[in-house]
């Protein structure tokens, strides 16, 4: 029986995808649910599955292509077996050889290869775990077609992925359509580190995750919102929107490029419940397995350009948000106590705003409350 295989429904706000890999050829046998071929729209990777055990017997979209919902992606025979399939196996391969020789990559480095004839199983990786990314390929990548040589100088012109163009796009809307201004303070995290020293053993022993700075900022954060709901608020068109909830986003570095996974209802989770939400949506993330409703709405970001060296910068709004907070790396400085100098570990944190809704006392005092909140953590349990 022949089954056509079509573009599922596409997210809401998305026009189009783009055909990212297929990862069967015609002729090739497949299993029931085993992944067909990858769609990258603007936002998330769509994965579309086989519906049958059987041959996939024709491709009618090549890769790189747009598609449309519902448009006719290749056709199956359920039930049918492969020439190859039907032959005796002499292979002795085992199956551990065969897992460890297919290395795990993200959809972006999986593309890279293949328009590059890179073989990954003789590469090593370079990124956590081991884990291959794009920079592994291009130390043995073939010079490209389309690649300027010119003695030992070359270029090479690629387009942008969807996800790309989409986070480029935002940026400028950001800018041209926000008063957007930047406010700056330091943090002494001496607290948070010693709290941290004291209980990180016990904590992922209960819990079963590590306990990290970013849970502390996402807790520091909920509570100045509650002070100041101008922060917590959005424009449409004339009207400003107070939302009575907490949604809180995580920008993620991904080899795609950044996403923003949002903890719903903040407020009301633990330490233990912030990290775990945001273990799970930073390795979904890098995997390209994050979904549109999970990338969708948020009330606040955060991001941390620290855990890649930025000492200082200005981070820009998430449309329609009017704040993002950026963390910074801890470095130790001298700083004067009760008319001593001494040596703490100090953080610069910036909070970009839009200045149509919060003014610049807001923004001032809502970045000195998470200041307090996080050098005298206990704020944040009595709530004060």
Do not use: C
Not at 26 to 37: C, F, I, W, Y
Not at 106 to 112: E, H, K, T
Request: hydrophobic fraction near 45%.
């Amino acid at each position: 029986m022949s089954i056509e295989i079509r573009v599922p429904a596409l997210p809401e706000s998305v026009a189009d995808a783009t055909i990212l890999k297929w990862h069967k050829k015609a002729g090739d046998s497949v299993q029931r649910d085993e992944t067909l071929v990858e769609l990258e729209t603007d936002k998330v990777v769509l994965e579309v599955p086989a519906p049958e055990t059987g041959i996939l017997a024709e491709i009618t979209v090549a890769e790189g292509k747009t598609v449309l919902a519902d448009a006719l992606l290749g056709k199956l025979n359920a039930g049918a077996i492969s020439v190859e399939s039907a032959k005796p196996i002499n292979n002795t391969k085992t199956a551990a050889a065969v897992v460890e020789s297919e290395p795990h990559l993200s959809p972006a480095v999986r593309r890279a290869a293949a328009e590059a004839n890179i073989k990954v199983q003789d590469l090593q990786g370079s990124g956590k775990g081991g884990r291959i990314v794009k920079e592994d390929l291009a130390k043995t990548a073939p010079v490209a077609a389309g690649t300027v040589t010119a003695g030992l100088r070359t270029e090479e012109r690629v387009p942008m992925t969807r996800l790309r163009a989409k986070i480029a796009e935002r940026l400028v809307e950001a800018q041209h359509n926000a008063a957007m201004l930047t406010t700056f303070n330091e943090i002494n995290m001496q607290a948070v580190m010693d709290l941290r020293n004291r209980y990180k053993d016990q904590f992922e022993k209960t819990h079963g995750v590590k306990l990290g700075f970013m849970s502390f900022f996402t807790k520091a954060i909920v509570e100045a919102l509650k002070k100041f709901p101008d922060v917590n608020a959005s424009i449409d068109g004339t009207d400003v929107i107070y939302h009575g909830y907490y949604d809180i986003g995580i920008a993620v570095s991904t080899p795609r490029g950044l996403v923003v996974p949002i903890i719903r209802n903040a407020e009301t989770l633990s330490l233990a419940d912030i990290e775990k939400t945001i273990g799970t949506s930073a390795a979904r993330a890098r995997d390209g397995k994050l979904t549109v409703e999970e990338m969708t709405g948020g009330t606040f970001t955060i991001t941390n350009g620290g855990v890649f060296g930025s000492l200082m910068a200005t981070p820009i709004i998430n449309p329609p948000q009017s704040g993002i907070l950026g963390m910074h790396k801890i470095e130790e400085r001298p700083v004067a106590e009760n008319g001593v100098v001494v040596i703490r570990p100090m953080m610069y944190v910036a909070l970009s705003y839009d200045h149509r809704i919060i003014d610049g006392r807001e923004s001032v005092s809502f970045l000195v409350a998470v200041k307090q909140f996080l050098e005298d953590p206990a704020r944040m349990l009595l709530a004060l």
